[in-house]
């Protein structure tokens, strides 16, 4: 009864999933997170994180090794068929048949996901209109740029409403301009019938501007999983960066000054300090009379990037 | 200058679902693989170029040398047996849209729909047997143009069409295990000749395998190439069997070409099922 009730609230539950493939490669480990219908859900980390491995395991593409995983209550592993009619996929690298009309792309993924050929050209109609295509879905996928690839298979993935969309890293190789347009097309999913949507990334921008909630990915694992303000508060207002000769001591230092707490991380040279208590100017002030800076010292809002950094020691964008 | 409407898209309505049968599916999988063959004229070109050749230059030629062939005119011989040169080359260059499909194509939007993943297989297969049918009546209606001469009851037509269909469902599976097997379409090219051309040589093609070293012949008894086309010579053109006579030894016509359709039929399975379990073995990581 109560497996009932949360598949009706929830669109994807992940339980301990894990992937190791053959070789060794643990590439997912004991995964667990679960994402209500509707939401824009992000899994962020750097590329070689286990977010695609998360991905396909999800759209049935990658066989689990242990833990389970349903979309609106359909097994990945047991009820295939059933995950994947509910689901649909825009994959990190095109998967369009290129010497084929973009509408007959859009055709053939309607009638695989059973649509009859009316319900087909109705969708079709609307998702070329919705996604600027109008003009060019007539032509060969040959003829198209990248950026128009992009949006015709964010296009064909809409064609079938899929309850839960899963976007691998959408828009990955675009320029910057084609980049943030498609972002705002992708940020008005959510206004298309309750669609659920999983994004993986490793573009900070995108998850905080896109997702409701934002799970960090690190070598397979889970380290945070939050809304980006929740995220992002942990790390104070702002953040007060500066260049040291000896990290270890200078940090003891400002730990025992009481100017950074147990939130304050070193990466190479450089110190960063949550600062959660007073201004960043006052901040500034405090530690450069300290003189440990070699550097500069500057005060920045902060990111995700600094959330993962903070998780992982790692920088996200490398 | 790329312009996108960027205002969120109207609300619509949701379509219902209907899954009642699996043949939806396959036609729509068929006709994608049919349109992407139309839009790639020398897949279905190419593999006609070198049994045309045989069948009405070379065999001709032949044929003012040797002769009849047991009686049959060497013409119609060859022009049986350049079939069975066409139908594994035109199955193993639609194996290269299985390789293109993996690298460039559609491929993992397909493995994502809500269908199971061997009516792909099938759905190629399907026009994998129309190509190789097509270019069969192409490639006889030449011969016939350039003087062979076939006999065409019903029960024969039927029986080299048979041979024909089950014979390209065994290069087809043989060229989807093989396309899903091997990473790059420089390897699987370069794996054509041995697969495709090198048994043709041996299977009674141009001459009957009796010729052949007693080694040999047993080899070509073993292909399923061999028994297709002693098969098909009898429906159209060998009404002795003699064909069939050199694989079996026996003297019944019938029993020996529904053995040898039996085997034929049997590699057919075997290498279907080989390709659908590659296949999907391949779909999922």
Same mark, same amino acid.
């Given at each position: ?318 | ?143 016939? !143009?350039?003087? /062979?001469?076939?006999? *065409?009851?019903? &029960?024969?037509?039927?029986?080299? %069409?048979? =041979? #024909?269909? $089950? +014979? @390209? ?80 030894? !026996?003297?019944? /016509?019938?029993?020996? *070409?529904?053995? &040898?359709?039996?085997?034929?039929? %049997?590699? =057919? #399975?075997? $290498? +279907? @099922? ?12």
């Amino acid at each position: 009864m109560q497996r009932t009730t949360k598949a009706r609230t929830l669109a994807v539950e992940v339980e301990r999933l894990t992937k190791i493939y053959p070789g060794g490669v643990d590439a997912v480990k004991d995964v667990s997170f679960a994402v209500a219908a509707g939401e824009v859900f992000g899994l962020l980390g750097p590329n070689g994180a286990g977010k695609s491995t998360t991905v396909g395991m999800l759209t049935t593409t990658i066989r689990p090794t242990t833990g389970s995983a349903r979309l609106l209550g359909h097994d990945v592993v047991a009820d295939p068929l059933g995950a994947r009619q509910v689901s649909a996929v825009v994959f990190q690298e095109a998967a369009l048949d290129r010497s084929l009309t973009g509408r007959r792309n859009l055709e053939i993924h309607g009638r695989l996901w059973g649509l009859s050929p009316p319900e087909t050209a109705t969708m079709i109609d609307d998702v070329v209109e919705a996604f600027g295509l109008a003009d060019i879905v007539g032509r060969t996928v040959d003829t198209f740029s990248g950026g128009q690839r992009r949006r015709l298979e964010l296009a064909r993935a809409l064609v079938s409403r899929p309850r839960v969309l899963f976007l691998d890293e959408p828009t990955v190789g675009l320029d910057p301009r084609i980049r943030f347009e498609l972002l705002d097309l992708i940020g008005g999913l959510r206004q298309r019938a309750e669609t659920t949507v999983v994004l993986t990334t490793h573009y900070l921008d995108e998850a905080e501007r896109l997702c409701d909630r934002v799970a960090i990915v690190h070598e397979g694992r889970i380290v945070a999983l939050d809304t980006p303000d929740n995220l992002l508060a942990g790390l104070g207002r702002h953040l007060v960066e500066l260049r040291v000769d000896d990290v270890a001591s200078s940090l003891a230092v400002l730990r025992q000054r009481g100017l950074a707490g147990e939130d304050a991380f070193a990466v190479g040279g450089t110190l960063t300090v949550p600062v959660h208590d007073r201004s960043a100017r006052e901040a500034i002030s405090a530690i450069a009379r300290l003189d440990i800076a070699t550097g500069g010292i500057s005060a920045r809002p902060p990111t995700l990037d600094d959330v993962y950094l903070r998780l992982t020691g790692d920088r996200l964008a490398a | 200058m790329t312009a996108i409407t960027t205002a969120p898209p109207a609300p619509i309505v949701v379509p219902r679902r209907r899954r009642a049968s699996l043949a939806a599916p396959l036609a729509t999988l068929t006709r994608r693989r049919l349109a992407l063959s139309a839009r790639t004229p020398r897949e279905l070109v190419v593999p006609l170029l070198t049994p045309i050749l045989f069948s009405v230059v070379i065999a001709p030629a032949l044929a003012k040398v040797t002769g009849a062939v047991r009686g049959i005119d060497y013409t119609s011989f060859v022009a049986i047996g350049t079939v069975g040169l066409l139908v594994p080359i035109n199955c193993m260059f639609a194996g290269i849209g299985v390789i293109v499909d993996r690298e460039s194509g559609a491929r993992r939007d397909l493995l994502a729909a809500p269908v199971p993943r061997s009516l792909v297989v099938f759905g190629n297969l399907a026009v994998a047997l129309a190509v190789s049918a097509l270019q069969v009546v192409a490639l006889v209606a030449a011969a016939v !143009l350039r003087g /062979a001469h076939f006999e *065409a009851r019903a &029960s024969g037509v039927a029986l080299f %069409a048979l =041979a #024909a269909a $089950l +014979l @390209a469902v065994t290069m087809y599976g043989g060229a989807e295990t093989l396309a899903n097997r091997i990473a790059k379409q420089e390897e699987y090219v370069g794996a054509v000749p041995a697969i495709a051309i090198v048994p043709w040589f041996f299977a009674g093609s141009l001459f009957p395998i009796t010729a052949l070293p007693g080694w040999l012949a047993a080899f070509a008894k073993v292909l399923p190439l061999t028994h297709a086309l002693a098969v098909m010579r009898y429906g159209l053109l060998d009404g002795r069997a003699t064909g069939l006579h050199d694989i079996w030894g !026996l003297t019944n /016509a019938t029993v020996m *070409a529904t053995l &040898s359709l039996a085997v034929v039929a %049997a590699y =057919a #399975a075997l $290498l +279907l @099922a080989l390709a659908v379990r590659v296949f999907t073995r391949a779909a999922v990581r």
